[in-house]
Protein backbone atom coordinates (compact mmCIF):
# COMPACT_ATOMS: atom_id res chain seq x y z
CA UNK A 1 0.00 0.00 0.00
CA UNK A 2 1.88 3.42 -0.99
CA UNK A 3 1.00 5.59 1.77
CA UNK A 4 -0.07 9.50 1.20
CA UNK A 5 3.79 10.91 1.64
CA UNK A 6 5.37 8.12 -0.48
CA UNK A 7 2.68 8.60 -3.12
CA UNK A 8 3.58 12.53 -3.27
CA UNK A 9 7.14 12.05 -2.83
CA UNK A 10 7.12 9.48 -6.19
CA UNK A 11 4.69 11.98 -8.13
CA UNK A 12 7.23 14.89 -7.34
CA UNK A 13 10.27 12.71 -8.72
CA UNK A 14 8.55 11.31 -11.97
CA UNK A 15 7.66 15.14 -12.41
CA UNK A 16 11.20 15.74 -12.21
CA UNK A 17 11.85 13.60 -15.12
CA UNK A 18 12.37 10.55 -13.01
CA UNK A 19 10.76 7.11 -14.19
CA UNK A 20 7.65 6.33 -12.61
CA UNK A 21 7.71 3.51 -10.32
CA UNK A 22 5.06 0.49 -11.17
CA UNK A 23 3.23 1.51 -8.38
CA UNK A 24 2.71 4.80 -8.73
CA UNK A 25 1.20 3.82 -12.67
CA UNK A 26 -0.80 1.08 -10.97
CA UNK A 27 -1.92 4.06 -8.85
CA UNK A 28 -3.51 5.94 -11.85
CA UNK A 29 -6.53 5.32 -14.17
CA UNK A 30 -6.14 4.71 -17.42
CA UNK A 31 -10.01 5.93 -17.91
CA UNK A 32 -9.09 6.86 -21.78
CA UNK A 33 -5.41 7.65 -21.86
CA UNK A 34 -2.38 5.74 -20.71
CA UNK A 35 -1.19 6.54 -16.95
CA UNK A 36 2.20 7.00 -18.50
CA UNK A 37 0.53 9.70 -20.74
CA UNK A 38 -1.03 11.34 -17.77
CA UNK A 39 2.01 11.61 -15.54
CA UNK A 40 4.20 12.84 -18.62
CA UNK A 41 1.26 16.27 -18.61
CA UNK A 42 2.13 16.99 -15.17
CA UNK A 43 5.95 16.46 -16.07
CA UNK A 44 5.39 18.95 -19.44
CA UNK A 45 3.47 21.60 -16.84
CA UNK A 46 6.32 21.30 -14.74
CA UNK A 47 9.47 21.55 -16.68
CA UNK A 48 7.38 24.34 -18.92
CA UNK A 49 6.90 26.16 -15.72
CA UNK A 50 9.94 26.30 -14.47
CA UNK A 51 11.58 26.80 -18.07
CA UNK A 52 9.86 29.92 -18.48
CA UNK A 53 10.77 31.08 -14.91
CA UNK A 54 14.24 30.94 -15.63
CA UNK A 55 13.62 32.76 -18.75
CA UNK A 56 11.76 35.40 -16.97
CA UNK A 57 14.72 35.96 -14.67
CA UNK A 58 17.36 35.25 -17.78
CA UNK A 59 16.39 37.29 -20.75
CA UNK A 60 19.66 38.33 -21.76
CA UNK A 61 21.31 34.65 -21.25
CA UNK A 62 18.45 33.79 -23.61
CA UNK A 63 19.19 36.23 -26.32
CA UNK A 64 22.64 35.57 -26.11
CA UNK A 65 22.57 31.75 -26.30
CA UNK A 66 19.06 31.26 -28.26
CA UNK A 67 16.03 29.39 -27.16
CA UNK A 68 17.16 25.81 -28.52
CA UNK A 69 20.38 25.99 -26.28
CA UNK A 70 18.59 28.02 -23.63
CA UNK A 71 15.47 25.04 -23.28
CA UNK A 72 18.39 22.40 -23.21
CA UNK A 73 20.24 24.18 -20.50
CA UNK A 74 17.32 24.18 -18.32
CA UNK A 75 16.15 21.04 -18.83
CA UNK A 76 19.15 19.82 -17.42
CA UNK A 77 19.24 22.24 -14.50
CA UNK A 78 15.78 21.85 -13.55
CA UNK A 79 16.57 18.07 -11.89
CA UNK A 80 19.92 19.05 -10.87
CA UNK A 81 18.84 22.20 -8.88
CA UNK A 82 15.49 21.73 -8.27
CA UNK A 83 12.86 24.57 -6.76
CA UNK A 84 13.04 24.15 -2.96
CA UNK A 85 10.52 27.33 -1.97
CA UNK A 86 7.06 27.84 -2.63
CA UNK A 87 7.60 30.98 -4.29
CA UNK A 88 8.34 30.60 -7.83
CA UNK A 89 10.60 33.82 -7.65
CA UNK A 90 13.43 32.35 -5.77
CA UNK A 91 13.92 29.58 -8.09
CA UNK A 92 16.89 29.90 -10.33
CA UNK A 93 19.78 31.00 -7.81
CA UNK A 94 21.87 28.49 -8.82
CA UNK A 95 21.69 29.00 -12.38
CA UNK A 96 24.92 31.00 -12.98
CA UNK A 97 27.17 28.78 -11.43
CA UNK A 98 25.75 25.70 -13.44
CA UNK A 99 26.16 27.85 -16.55
CA UNK A 100 29.65 28.34 -15.35
CA UNK A 101 30.16 24.36 -15.29
CA UNK A 102 28.26 23.55 -18.54
CA UNK A 103 30.11 21.97 -20.63
CA UNK A 104 28.74 23.90 -23.89
CA UNK A 105 28.83 26.91 -22.42
CA UNK A 106 32.61 26.90 -22.27
CA UNK A 107 32.84 28.93 -25.51
CA UNK A 108 31.14 31.97 -23.67
CA UNK A 109 33.07 32.60 -20.36
CA UNK A 110 31.42 35.43 -19.86
CA UNK A 111 27.73 34.18 -19.44
CA UNK A 112 27.75 32.96 -15.55
CA UNK A 113 29.02 36.60 -14.44
CA UNK A 114 26.18 37.89 -17.04
CA UNK A 115 23.60 35.53 -14.99
CA UNK A 116 24.95 36.89 -11.97
CA UNK A 117 23.74 40.13 -12.43
CA UNK A 118 20.73 39.32 -14.03
CA UNK A 119 19.58 36.92 -10.85
CA UNK A 120 20.95 40.25 -9.15
CA UNK A 121 18.59 42.10 -10.76
CA UNK A 122 15.80 39.71 -10.10
CA UNK A 123 16.32 39.67 -6.52
CA UNK A 124 16.19 44.10 -6.49
CA UNK A 125 13.17 43.58 -8.27
CA UNK A 126 11.67 41.55 -5.57
CA UNK A 127 12.97 42.94 -2.86
CA UNK A 128 11.16 44.17 0.35
CA UNK A 129 11.07 47.83 1.12
CA UNK A 130 13.20 49.26 3.90
CA UNK A 131 13.24 52.37 5.71
CA UNK A 132 16.29 54.81 5.59
CA UNK A 133 18.69 54.48 8.20
CA UNK A 134 18.22 56.07 11.28
CA UNK A 135 20.77 59.18 11.43
CA UNK A 136 19.42 60.12 15.43
CA UNK A 137 20.28 57.23 16.29
CA UNK A 138 23.74 56.94 13.99
CA UNK A 139 24.83 60.52 15.69
CA UNK A 140 24.87 59.02 19.10
CA UNK A 141 27.54 56.38 18.56
CA UNK A 142 29.99 57.75 20.31
CA UNK A 143 32.97 58.09 18.04
CA UNK A 144 35.63 55.29 20.06
CA UNK A 145 32.93 52.87 18.82
CA UNK A 146 32.91 54.05 15.11
CA UNK A 147 35.06 51.65 14.21
CA UNK A 148 32.65 48.78 15.89
CA UNK A 149 29.97 49.69 13.25
CA UNK A 150 28.59 47.10 11.41
CA UNK A 151 26.41 48.67 8.41
CA UNK A 152 23.89 46.73 6.44
CA UNK A 153 22.81 47.41 2.70
CA UNK A 154 19.86 47.64 1.34
CA UNK A 155 18.22 44.22 1.06
CA UNK A 156 17.80 44.34 -2.50
CA UNK A 157 22.07 45.34 -2.78
CA UNK A 158 24.20 42.87 -4.88
CA UNK A 159 28.11 43.46 -5.54
CA UNK A 160 29.24 41.49 -8.24
CA UNK A 161 32.93 41.71 -9.31
CA UNK A 162 33.57 40.46 -13.04
CA UNK A 163 36.06 40.41 -15.08
CA UNK A 164 34.06 40.78 -18.35
CA UNK A 165 32.40 43.57 -19.11
CA UNK A 166 28.63 42.18 -18.11
CA UNK A 167 26.91 45.61 -17.82
CA UNK A 168 27.89 46.76 -21.26
CA UNK A 169 26.87 43.11 -22.63
CA UNK A 170 23.47 43.46 -20.40
CA UNK A 171 23.16 46.67 -21.59
CA UNK A 172 23.17 45.66 -25.07
CA UNK A 173 20.98 42.79 -25.28
CA UNK A 174 18.18 44.53 -23.34
CA UNK A 175 17.70 46.81 -26.37
CA UNK A 176 13.75 46.55 -26.82
CA UNK A 177 14.07 47.82 -30.80
CA UNK A 178 15.13 44.18 -31.38
CA UNK A 179 18.49 45.83 -33.17
CA UNK A 180 21.14 43.13 -32.77
CA UNK A 181 23.64 44.37 -30.25
CA UNK A 182 27.16 45.89 -31.59
CA UNK A 183 30.13 44.18 -31.49
CA UNK A 184 31.63 44.45 -27.29
CA UNK A 185 35.19 43.99 -26.62
CA UNK A 186 35.56 41.47 -24.19
CA UNK A 187 38.76 43.31 -23.42
CA UNK A 188 37.14 46.72 -22.38
CA UNK A 189 37.98 45.61 -18.42
CA UNK A 190 36.76 44.27 -15.72
CA UNK A 191 33.67 45.38 -14.31
CA UNK A 192 32.69 46.12 -10.51
CA UNK A 193 28.75 46.29 -9.73
CA UNK A 194 26.67 47.55 -7.27
CA UNK A 195 22.72 46.16 -8.09
CA UNK A 196 20.06 48.17 -5.95
CA UNK A 197 16.90 49.18 -6.47
CA UNK A 198 16.50 52.82 -5.47
CA UNK A 199 12.89 53.78 -5.18
CA UNK A 200 10.99 51.34 -7.88
CA UNK A 201 13.84 51.18 -10.30
CA UNK A 202 16.90 48.77 -10.63
CA UNK A 203 19.94 50.47 -11.18
CA UNK A 204 23.63 48.81 -12.04
CA UNK A 205 26.02 51.37 -10.74
CA UNK A 206 29.90 51.19 -11.36
CA UNK A 207 31.52 52.41 -8.12
CA UNK A 208 35.62 52.78 -8.16
CA UNK A 209 37.38 49.88 -6.47
CA UNK A 210 38.02 51.64 -3.37
CA UNK A 211 34.24 52.37 -2.87
CA UNK A 212 33.49 48.91 -4.28
CA UNK A 213 35.79 47.38 -2.09
CA UNK A 214 33.76 49.23 1.38
CA UNK A 215 30.80 48.01 0.13
CA UNK A 216 31.71 44.51 -0.45
CA UNK A 217 33.42 44.15 3.03
CA UNK A 218 30.25 46.37 4.72
CA UNK A 219 27.84 43.45 2.74
CA UNK A 220 30.09 40.66 4.00
CA UNK A 221 29.26 41.49 7.47
CA UNK A 222 32.07 43.31 8.49
CA UNK A 223 32.83 46.29 11.24
CA UNK A 224 33.46 49.49 9.63
CA UNK A 225 37.36 49.45 11.06
CA UNK A 226 37.95 46.83 8.58
CA UNK A 227 36.32 47.98 6.18
CA UNK A 228 37.75 51.02 6.12
CA UNK A 229 41.32 49.30 5.64
CA UNK A 230 40.61 46.69 3.17
CA UNK A 231 39.14 50.31 1.19
CA UNK A 232 42.15 51.93 1.70
CA UNK A 233 44.53 49.29 0.74
CA UNK A 234 42.45 49.31 -2.80
CA UNK A 235 43.12 53.39 -3.22
CA UNK A 236 42.69 56.39 -2.49
CA UNK A 237 38.82 57.27 -0.76
CA UNK A 238 36.90 59.84 0.69
CA UNK A 239 35.76 57.71 3.60
CA UNK A 240 32.99 60.24 5.10
CA UNK A 241 32.08 61.55 1.55
CA UNK A 242 31.45 58.22 0.41
CA UNK A 243 29.56 56.63 3.26
CA UNK A 244 27.34 59.70 3.42
CA UNK A 245 26.33 59.31 -0.08
CA UNK A 246 25.18 55.93 0.34
CA UNK A 247 23.33 56.84 3.73
CA UNK A 248 21.76 59.32 1.81
CA UNK A 249 20.81 57.35 -1.03
CA UNK A 250 19.78 54.39 1.08
CA UNK A 251 22.53 51.99 0.23
CA UNK A 252 22.80 52.04 3.76
CA UNK A 253 19.82 51.25 5.64
CA UNK A 254 20.59 50.02 9.62
CA UNK A 255 23.78 49.60 11.93
CA UNK A 256 24.83 47.99 15.14
CA UNK A 257 27.49 48.35 16.64
CA UNK A 258 29.02 44.79 18.01
CA UNK B 1 -14.79 49.20 10.20
CA UNK B 2 -14.41 45.92 8.29
CA UNK B 3 -17.27 43.47 9.18
CA UNK B 4 -16.30 41.24 12.32
CA UNK B 5 -19.27 38.52 11.59
CA UNK B 6 -17.10 35.25 12.01
CA UNK B 7 -19.23 33.34 10.11
CA UNK B 8 -18.20 35.49 7.15
CA UNK B 9 -14.69 34.90 5.37
CA UNK B 10 -14.53 38.16 4.87
CA UNK B 11 -12.40 40.77 6.77
CA UNK B 12 -13.45 43.82 4.24
CA UNK B 13 -16.75 44.83 3.98
CA UNK B 14 -18.55 41.86 1.69
CA UNK B 15 -18.21 42.76 -1.73
CA UNK B 16 -21.05 43.00 -4.74
CA UNK B 17 -21.80 39.30 -6.89
CA UNK B 18 -20.40 40.96 -10.06
CA UNK B 19 -17.00 39.97 -11.90
CA UNK B 20 -13.42 40.80 -11.61
CA UNK B 21 -10.20 39.80 -13.18
CA UNK B 22 -6.65 38.88 -12.55
CA UNK B 23 -4.09 41.58 -12.23
CA UNK B 24 -0.88 41.07 -14.13
CA UNK B 25 1.73 43.36 -14.22
CA UNK B 26 0.85 43.90 -17.67
CA UNK B 27 -2.52 45.97 -17.08
CA UNK B 28 -1.40 47.80 -13.56
CA UNK B 29 -0.90 51.50 -15.92
CA UNK B 30 -4.08 50.78 -18.28
CA UNK B 31 -6.38 49.50 -14.77
CA UNK B 32 -4.73 52.94 -12.86
CA UNK B 33 -5.69 55.28 -15.71
CA UNK B 34 -8.80 54.08 -17.09
CA UNK B 35 -10.85 52.64 -13.57
CA UNK B 36 -13.21 50.67 -15.31
CA UNK B 37 -15.91 48.97 -12.88
CA UNK B 38 -15.28 45.70 -11.43
CA UNK B 39 -16.15 44.21 -8.29
CA UNK B 40 -12.23 43.08 -7.61
CA UNK B 41 -8.79 42.60 -8.53
CA UNK B 42 -7.73 39.45 -7.48
CA UNK B 43 -3.61 38.73 -7.16
CA UNK B 44 -1.30 36.04 -7.19
CA UNK B 45 -0.24 36.41 -3.05
CA UNK B 46 3.55 35.41 -4.20
CA UNK B 47 3.93 37.93 -6.65
CA UNK B 48 3.52 40.28 -3.68
CA UNK B 49 5.91 38.97 -1.09
CA UNK B 50 8.57 41.63 -1.95
CA UNK B 51 8.33 45.29 -2.13
CA UNK B 52 8.88 47.65 -4.82
CA UNK B 53 7.13 48.58 -7.85
CA UNK B 54 4.05 45.25 -7.84
CA UNK B 55 3.65 45.98 -4.06
CA UNK B 56 3.34 50.10 -4.78
CA UNK B 57 0.57 49.33 -7.86
CA UNK B 58 -1.35 46.56 -5.43
CA UNK B 59 -1.27 49.74 -2.61
CA UNK B 60 -2.39 52.39 -5.35
CA UNK B 61 -4.96 50.24 -7.06
CA UNK B 62 -6.32 48.56 -3.89
CA UNK B 63 -7.64 52.57 -3.28
CA UNK B 64 -9.75 51.93 -5.98
CA UNK B 65 -10.64 48.04 -5.86
CA UNK B 66 -10.93 45.35 -3.37
CA UNK B 67 -8.56 43.36 -3.85
CA UNK B 68 -8.41 39.37 -3.01
CA UNK B 69 -5.07 37.03 -3.04
CA UNK B 70 -4.77 33.41 -4.58
CA UNK B 71 -1.78 31.47 -3.29
CA UNK B 72 -0.37 29.14 -5.81
CA UNK B 73 2.55 28.19 -3.49
CA UNK B 74 1.39 27.33 0.12
CA UNK B 75 1.07 23.84 -0.86
CA UNK B 76 -1.73 22.69 0.81
CA UNK B 77 -1.75 18.93 0.38
CA UNK B 78 1.91 18.57 1.06
CA UNK B 79 2.63 15.63 3.73
CA UNK B 80 5.39 18.08 3.96
CA UNK B 81 5.26 20.65 7.08
CA UNK B 82 3.40 23.61 6.52
CA UNK B 83 6.11 26.57 5.59
CA UNK B 84 5.44 29.40 8.38
CA UNK B 85 8.00 31.23 6.82
CA UNK B 86 5.35 30.94 3.44
CA UNK B 87 2.07 31.51 5.48
CA UNK B 88 3.42 34.78 7.64
CA UNK B 89 4.11 36.20 4.43
CA UNK B 90 0.58 35.30 4.08
CA UNK B 91 -0.59 36.75 6.75
CA UNK B 92 1.67 39.95 6.14
CA UNK B 93 -0.30 40.63 3.52
CA UNK B 94 -3.89 40.31 5.06
CA UNK B 95 -3.39 42.69 7.73
CA UNK B 96 -1.97 45.03 5.31
CA UNK B 97 -4.89 44.49 2.59
CA UNK B 98 -7.53 43.10 4.37
CA UNK B 99 -8.23 41.23 1.03
CA UNK B 100 -12.05 40.49 0.31
CA UNK B 101 -10.64 36.70 -0.21
CA UNK B 102 -7.84 34.55 0.28
CA UNK B 103 -8.01 30.98 -1.30
CA UNK B 104 -5.54 28.54 -1.89
CA UNK B 105 -5.88 25.28 -4.11
CA UNK B 106 -6.76 21.62 -2.96
CA UNK B 107 -3.85 20.14 -4.12
CA UNK B 108 0.05 19.67 -3.72
CA UNK B 109 2.99 21.03 -5.00
CA UNK B 110 5.69 19.73 -3.26
CA UNK B 111 7.27 16.40 -1.33
CA UNK B 112 10.71 15.86 0.42
CA UNK B 113 11.13 20.04 0.03
CA UNK B 114 10.99 19.82 -3.09
CA UNK B 115 8.76 22.04 -5.26
CA UNK B 116 7.25 21.31 -8.58
CA UNK B 117 4.87 24.56 -8.96
CA UNK B 118 2.01 22.10 -9.85
CA UNK B 119 -1.19 22.07 -8.71
CA UNK B 120 -1.28 17.70 -8.15
CA UNK B 121 -4.38 16.44 -7.03
CA UNK B 122 -4.65 14.10 -3.95
CA UNK B 123 -6.64 10.94 -3.73
CA UNK B 124 -10.45 11.55 -3.15
CA UNK B 125 -10.29 9.52 0.14
CA UNK B 126 -10.97 9.88 3.92
CA UNK B 127 -7.78 10.24 4.92
CA UNK B 128 -6.93 13.27 2.90
CA UNK B 129 -10.18 14.98 3.63
CA UNK B 130 -9.09 15.03 7.32
CA UNK B 131 -5.17 15.91 5.43
CA UNK B 132 -6.60 18.92 4.09
CA UNK B 133 -8.81 19.78 7.13
CA UNK B 134 -5.76 19.72 9.47
CA UNK B 135 -3.59 21.66 7.17
CA UNK B 136 -6.87 24.34 6.26
CA UNK B 137 -7.46 24.32 10.15
CA UNK B 138 -3.10 25.31 10.62
CA UNK B 139 -3.80 27.60 7.82
CA UNK B 140 -7.04 29.63 9.27
CA UNK B 141 -6.00 29.46 12.92
CA UNK B 142 -2.37 31.40 11.57
CA UNK B 143 -4.66 34.07 9.69
CA UNK B 144 -7.91 34.35 12.31
CA UNK B 145 -9.76 34.24 9.09
CA UNK B 146 -11.60 31.64 6.70
CA UNK B 147 -10.14 30.81 3.48
CA UNK B 148 -11.43 29.56 0.19
CA UNK B 149 -10.20 26.54 -1.29
CA UNK B 150 -10.27 25.20 -5.09
CA UNK B 151 -11.09 22.40 -7.00
CA UNK B 152 -8.30 22.05 -9.05
CA UNK B 153 -7.95 20.64 -12.57
CA UNK B 154 -6.80 16.88 -12.78
CA UNK B 155 -5.26 15.35 -15.83
CA UNK B 156 -5.35 11.89 -13.32
CA UNK B 157 -7.42 10.48 -11.30
CA UNK B 158 -6.24 7.69 -8.48
CA UNK B 159 -7.17 4.12 -8.44
CA UNK B 160 -8.04 3.92 -4.83
CA UNK B 161 -10.47 7.19 -4.40
CA UNK B 162 -13.16 6.42 -2.66
CA UNK B 163 -15.20 9.67 -3.07
CA UNK B 164 -16.38 11.54 -5.99
CA UNK B 165 -14.34 14.70 -7.10
CA UNK B 166 -17.17 16.74 -5.71
CA UNK B 167 -17.90 14.78 -2.53
CA UNK B 168 -14.31 15.59 -1.51
CA UNK B 169 -14.47 18.98 -2.41
CA UNK B 170 -17.60 19.48 -0.44
CA UNK B 171 -16.77 17.23 2.98
CA UNK B 172 -13.11 19.46 3.21
CA UNK B 173 -15.05 22.46 2.98
CA UNK B 174 -17.64 20.78 5.76
CA UNK B 175 -14.41 19.19 7.89
CA UNK B 176 -12.33 22.31 7.83
CA UNK B 177 -15.31 24.47 8.07
CA UNK B 178 -13.61 26.75 5.26
CA UNK B 179 -15.08 28.28 1.61
CA UNK B 180 -14.80 26.97 -1.38
CA UNK B 181 -13.77 28.79 -4.51
CA UNK B 182 -15.40 26.88 -7.74
CA UNK B 183 -13.67 27.13 -10.76
CA UNK B 184 -15.96 26.42 -13.14
CA UNK B 185 -13.74 25.48 -15.77
CA UNK B 186 -12.09 23.11 -13.93
CA UNK B 187 -15.16 20.94 -13.26
CA UNK B 188 -15.73 21.16 -17.00
CA UNK B 189 -11.95 20.34 -17.87
CA UNK B 190 -12.23 17.20 -15.32
CA UNK B 191 -15.43 16.61 -16.42
CA UNK B 192 -14.02 15.96 -19.94
CA UNK B 193 -10.93 14.33 -19.05
CA UNK B 194 -12.51 12.04 -16.85
CA UNK B 195 -15.78 11.19 -18.27
CA UNK B 196 -18.39 12.53 -15.39
CA UNK B 197 -20.78 14.91 -15.74
CA UNK B 198 -20.24 18.24 -14.52
CA UNK B 199 -24.10 18.69 -13.60
CA UNK B 200 -23.55 16.03 -10.69
CA UNK B 201 -20.49 18.35 -9.40
CA UNK B 202 -22.93 21.50 -9.10
CA UNK B 203 -25.07 19.06 -7.18
CA UNK B 204 -22.70 17.94 -4.27
CA UNK B 205 -21.79 21.36 -3.46
CA UNK B 206 -23.41 23.46 -0.60
CA UNK B 207 -24.16 26.45 -2.40
CA UNK B 208 -23.36 28.31 1.16
CA UNK B 209 -19.88 27.26 0.91
CA UNK B 210 -19.41 28.89 -2.28
CA UNK B 211 -17.99 32.54 -1.62
CA UNK B 212 -16.45 32.46 -5.69
CA UNK B 213 -16.06 31.38 -8.75
CA UNK B 214 -13.30 31.37 -11.16
CA UNK B 215 -13.45 31.17 -14.59
CA UNK B 216 -10.83 30.51 -17.86
CA UNK B 217 -10.06 29.17 -20.94
CA UNK B 218 -8.77 25.87 -21.64
CA UNK B 219 -6.87 24.22 -24.09
CA UNK B 220 -6.74 21.06 -25.97
CA UNK B 221 -3.87 18.74 -26.12
CA UNK B 222 -4.64 15.64 -28.57
CA UNK B 223 -2.32 12.91 -28.52
CA UNK B 224 -2.35 9.84 -31.15
CA UNK B 225 -3.48 7.52 -28.13
CA UNK B 226 -6.15 10.20 -26.88
CA UNK B 227 -6.93 14.22 -26.05
CA UNK B 228 -6.67 16.15 -22.69
CA UNK B 229 -8.01 19.42 -21.66
CA UNK B 230 -5.68 21.57 -20.01
CA UNK B 231 -6.24 24.79 -18.01
CA UNK B 232 -4.09 27.12 -19.22
CA UNK B 233 -5.66 30.04 -18.85
CA UNK B 234 -4.43 31.72 -21.81
CA UNK B 235 -7.59 32.63 -23.59
CA UNK B 236 -10.62 33.44 -23.98
CA UNK B 237 -13.58 31.50 -21.65
CA UNK B 238 -15.30 28.43 -23.97
CA UNK B 239 -19.22 28.49 -25.21
CA UNK B 240 -19.74 25.08 -23.30
CA UNK B 241 -17.94 26.68 -19.88
CA UNK B 242 -20.08 30.10 -19.96
CA UNK B 243 -23.55 27.92 -20.89
CA UNK B 244 -21.89 25.34 -17.15
CA UNK B 245 -21.71 29.33 -15.34
CA UNK B 246 -25.23 29.72 -16.48
CA UNK B 247 -26.23 26.91 -14.79
CA UNK B 248 -23.64 27.35 -11.76
CA UNK B 249 -25.37 31.12 -11.03
CA UNK B 250 -28.82 29.39 -11.25
CA UNK B 251 -28.07 26.66 -8.75
CA UNK B 252 -25.97 28.92 -6.21
CA UNK B 253 -27.33 32.17 -7.10
CA UNK B 254 -24.67 34.77 -8.26
CA UNK B 255 -21.58 35.12 -6.94
CA UNK B 256 -18.53 37.09 -7.20
CA UNK B 257 -16.62 35.96 -9.98
CA UNK B 258 -13.28 36.01 -11.18
CA UNK B 259 -11.55 36.07 -15.42
CA UNK B 260 -8.44 34.22 -14.85
CA UNK B 261 -6.01 35.16 -17.48
CA UNK B 262 -1.76 34.60 -17.10
CA UNK B 263 -0.65 33.65 -20.26
CA UNK B 264 -0.80 35.21 -23.54
CA UNK B 265 -1.95 38.23 -22.07
CA UNK B 266 -4.88 40.31 -24.17
CA UNK B 267 -4.97 43.94 -23.96
CA UNK B 268 -7.08 44.68 -21.30
CA UNK B 269 -9.99 45.51 -23.13
CA UNK B 270 -10.73 41.44 -23.80
CA UNK B 271 -10.86 41.08 -20.02
CA UNK B 272 -13.42 43.78 -19.51
CA UNK B 273 -15.34 42.05 -22.24
CA UNK B 274 -15.25 38.41 -20.60
CA UNK B 275 -16.41 40.27 -16.91
CA UNK B 276 -19.08 41.70 -19.13
CA UNK B 277 -20.38 38.36 -20.23
CA UNK B 278 -20.03 37.30 -16.65
CA UNK B 279 -22.18 39.81 -15.41
CA UNK B 280 -24.59 39.70 -18.02
CA UNK B 281 -25.10 35.86 -17.18
CA UNK B 282 -25.41 36.80 -13.77
CA UNK B 283 -27.94 39.23 -14.24
CA UNK B 284 -30.16 36.94 -16.34
CA UNK B 285 -29.51 34.15 -13.28
CA UNK B 286 -31.27 37.25 -11.51
CA UNK B 287 -33.84 38.15 -14.01
CA UNK B 288 -34.86 34.30 -13.63
CA UNK B 289 -35.60 34.03 -9.54
CA UNK B 290 -37.28 37.30 -9.72
Given amino acids: ?258 | MPDSDTTSARTADPIPARAGIGLRADHYEDLLSQLPPLAFLEVHSENYFGGGRPLDFLERLAEHYPISFHGVGLSLGSCDPLSTAHLQQIADLDARFQPVFLSEHLSFSSAGGVFTHDLVPLPYTEEAVAHFASRIAQVQDHLGRRILVENVSCYLEYAHSSLSEADFVAAVAEQADCEILLDVNNIFVNASNHGHRAEDFLESIVPERVAEIHLAGFTRNRFTDGEILIDTHNQRVAPAVWELYARTVRRLGPRATLIEWDTDLPPLSVLLDEAELANRIQDEARALVA
Avoid at chain 1, 59 to 79: C, H, S
Wanted: net charge negative; aromatic share 8%; charged share 20%.
Fill in chain 1, 1 to 258: MLSLPELQKQLTETLYGGEPPEELLRRVLANGLDPARRLQVYRNNTFSNLTGALRAVYPVIDRLVGEAFFDEAARQYIPKQPSLSGNLHDFGATFAAFLGDYAHAQSLPYLADVARLEWAYHRAFHAVDHAPLDLQALSQVSRDKLDRLVFFLHPSATLIHSRWPIITIWQANRDETGNEPGEISLDSGACMALVIRRGMDVFFESPPGPEFTLLQKIAAGENLGAATRAALAAGAIDLEDVLQRHVTCKTVTSFTVL
